[in-house]
């Protein structure tokens, strides 16, 4: 066994992701659940695809405004520029004043007092001489000359007029900035002029219009969603209502029926679902009234019928009790008689028995109890029969007690039944009942080596009526009824009967019972098919007339069956004499109610001397007299 | 056995039937009496003083069990049931009601002849014998149950069926046992027999039926004699 730590965060780990699977699976397939998430994806899709939409838009907008105006600025400031500029001369200190002077000239475009009111917004200009150079060190003009990016000085160099953003610093931060460039030519010279164009009010703008979107999509996903989910709700609730109906229908209460309210489709399922109801409930109640003829037929019937048997059958008896002084043929009649109304009877009976199964009226008594001693009484009644048709029946039988909830009266008449059928058929050989158990389950197979069931009989053999062989010569007198009700009686209790075999091979029956009532069962402990027959490697034992067993010539019979084969179907002879041993010295113990009566031992020549079987011990038992001892018995486990 | 002819009484509505049955009745050496009215079966009784019962239980008048109630209020004598319905609860109601057997129609008229002497035979008593089982004491041949000095009521079947216990009381008996000991049956008859005969008995001689001390069950086996 493995460390239990680890196991129970293994396994509970387990359980938790199985539970979270099961939740899934079953939220998954609600239809508001549904809704609700498919609204919610699909709303969310399309915000973001709008909003993204919307933000470029906002923005490319605000950016084609700035550099209308911006192109605007540039012009003018290139005019200034040419203006101011005319008649420059090559000093450079002249130059760096005339510069200046031209700077701040198109810092104050509008003329005003410094401020720049363009609409353009606020720019840093920047003039550089093309005489001169790049380098505006030479200059020492104060002009932000560095954050000119230098494929737009390349393309101003060649004479276009063009813009490009970049990013510039200002007070230590990273901005954006568009700048804007022209050439400017003055007669003796030629410039290049550009505008800085800080981005930070652009920026700014775009941020809080992203975030306006952002927070409106939000709010307007959950609201579709909310809308959705309400919407959604509004067709399943009614939904829900009709199968609330439906399940109280179902659970019995005939009179529910669904409020024919509300829109017209549900008022029509409202309809519908009465109209179905109602029809249900007359259709219960007319087989409920059959069902309740049918019952009172069965038990008139019952009533009816049994009485007058009873005079006849007293009749009949008087008559044969005084059949020797009646004429020859007078005493047949009356024999035939008594036997006819013997079989009448039992048909009556197996009739009435197999009505009530059919009207439901079966009823099971069961109470918790030993079925080894169900079995072993069953044997013992049917010794008689398997003695006159020197069959020799080995019972094998579990040590320990076999307890279930069984109505023993039926599964008394079951067993009956399956031996004196296995006796019939048997045609001389041993019929093998065995017993099995396990904690939930038991079975008991009935097994005979005798005629067999041909292909397919397995199951026509539970139908009414139906004979195997209707020439066979039937010495219980069988009413073909018999495995019917048997089947019937294993079904009430929950069980299974059923039958293989093979022609000429035999035929098992086998009996399957849940220990408990109720109990469900989803196998058997005992094999339905024979495997390696036991008995059929070896020379059958047979009675002799005076019911010993015959050894056949030449072999140690146990000896034989010993040998090679399964040592869990035939206990070998060392087992036997343990059994007898045990059994002597527990005589006391012994449980009376299996004391067979009127059996005895009665070893035959050739036996090992482990050959009790007077006062059986639960594990050995053999029913009939003189029959083979010990063979079946021998201590064993209950179950394999 | 009864030196004497034994008289049973026939409470059946069917004229036939009645008729056959004395003639069989008679014929196995009993004095059979009839009568075929419930309501007056319970006068005719008084009557005849017989020493058995055969009540069949669907009867015009009175219901053969409210026959059965009213008779054995009045004495322990064998009844045995008489009837066509083979149904649980209508066996057990029977039973209940004060009867020892049930007979089940149609029958084997030897076998009603059976279980006839079986109820009419006496215990085999010899020696004095005096058992006790809990709080009980038994004094056997004298058919005598008392606790405490009190003497408790019971009915022969059901002074058979504690004598039988009581005898051997570290035994387990099954109900097939007890079926053969105290009812005189070879074969699986119907067990319900015994289980209802058990109910009965602790109803009068236990304290608690809910707690058996004197007739204690062995689950799944049978029943057992309490300790005492």
Redesign the interface.
Known sequence: MSDPAPRTWRTRSRELWLRAKARWSFLSRSLLFRVVVLTLTLSTLVMLVLGLILQQQITTGLLQSKIDAATAEIDSARMTVENSLSGADSDPTSLREQLRLALTEIGRADGSSGVQGSAAGVFDPVIVPSRIGSDSADLSVDQPLGDVPAELRARIGQGQMSYQYTTIRRDGESLPALVVGSPARTATDSFEVYLIFPLAGEQGTVQVVQRTLLLGGVALVLALTLISALVAAQVVRPVQRAAGSARKLAAGDLAERMPVTGPIELATLATSFNAMAEAIRVQIRQLEEFGKLQRRFTSDVSHELRTPLTTVRMAADVLHAGRDEFPAHLSRATELLVDELDRFEILLGDLLEISRHDAGMAELSAEPIDIRSTITACVAAAGPLAQTSGVPIITTLPDVPVIAEIDSRRVDRILRNLINNAIDHAEGHAVEIELAADPDVLAITVTDHGVGLRPGEAGLVFNRFWRADPSRQRQTGGTGLGLAISLEDARLHGGWLQASGSPGRGSRFRLTLPRRRGGLIAGSPLPLRTGADALETGPMPKLDHAGHVVVPEGADWLEDVDSGLDPTTVPSAGAGQRAAEAVVASVDAADPALAIPGQSAKPSSGQPPAAPAATATPATSSATDGSVPAIGGGPRESAR | MVGMRARVLVVDD?P??AE??T??LR?EGFEPAVVRDGSRALDVFREVHPDLVLLDL?LPGMSGLDVCKQIRAESGIPIIMLT??????DVVLGLESGADDYVM??????ELTARIRARLRRADVGTAERLRVADVEIDVPGHQVTRGGEPISLTPLEFDLLVALARKPR???????LLEQVWGY???A???LV?VHVQRLRSKIERDPEHPEVVVTV????YRAGVS
């Open positions: 069917d036939a039937l056959m049955l003639i069989v014929g669907m066509a319905k083979t149904d649980t609860v129609k149609p029958f084997k008229p030897k035994q387990v008996f099954t109900r097939e046992v070879r074969h699986a119907d067990t319900r289980n689950r799944g086996v049978g």
